[in-house]
């Protein structure tokens, strides 16, 4: 079985390593990117299954690239979860209308967060 391939964009290591180790054990091929740029470039050259994106990151903020994505014919089917500790609803509005297909705010439980993944890779 091919694995699917999951991009985590956020600038913090310890949730790139807590959600990628998570994500490797439930079967999963892990990449990370540490900025807005990197995190891009790697949707463009990796084509990953799913993204999960941080909001406030170096470079280019989480709202454009979901934004970019969204918008590229290329890659505007590619789920993309949001992962952040804005927690206002005027941020989650607006990451939405960016086309985020789900929200996340940190600290989140990572089983509700695979499941979420679950769904949204096998359309259940």
Known sequence: MIKKKILVVDDELDVQSIISFRLEINGYKVSVASDGQ???DK???EKPNLVLLDLM???INGFEICRMIKFD???KD???IILSALD???DRK???EAGADAYFLKPFDLEVLLEKINSLLTGK
Request: charged fraction near 45%.
């Open 38 to 40: 990197e995190g891009l």
């Open 88 to 90: 206002k609803e005027d």
């Open 73 to 75: 014919d290329k890659f």
């Open 78 to 80: 590619l789920p993309i």
């Open 57 to 59: 990151l170096p470079k």
């Open 94 to 96: 607006k990451a939405m």
């Open 43 to 45: 949707i463009k050259a």
